[in-house]
């Protein structure tokens, strides 16, 4: 549900998260961030022209998450070999799962 961005390896959620749990997760980690970078505008920055101009350049988005994919997989640093998994997870998201929600 989270990810990492860029080269200040902040999170990120992907996905709305879709059971208690990952409610609770995703709470938990808002409260905790010194940096108040979760924040709840999405609706005032995903419109719908914005979300289709989005939709038709994701293959960048997958593009960019496989880059890092490599030498995050065999990293020495556990926190990258982490973020590695959150990619993959994040990618096939995109490529597997996104529609269907979108369309829900």
Do not use: H
Not at 63 to 91: K, V, Y
Not at 94 to 102: P, R, V
Request: hydrophobic fraction near 35%; include cysteine; charged fraction near 30%.
């Amino acid at each position: 549900m989270c990810s990492t961005n860029g080269e200040y390896f902040g999170e990120y959620v992907y996905r709305q998260p879709a059971t208690t749990a990952e409610v609770v997760n995703l709470v938990a980690a808002a409260q905790e961030d010194l940096y108040r970078g979760y924040v709840c505008d999405g609706d005032s920055r995903w419109t719908p022209d914005g979300f289709r101009a989005w939709w038709r350049g994701r293959g960048r988005v997958t593009e960019n998450l496989e880059s890092f994919l490599p030498s995050w997989s065999s990293s020495d640093r556990s926190d990258e070999r982490e973020a590695a998994e959150g990619l993959r997870d994040f990618a096939a998201y995109i490529t597997e799962g996104l529609g269907a929600d979108i369309r829900k």
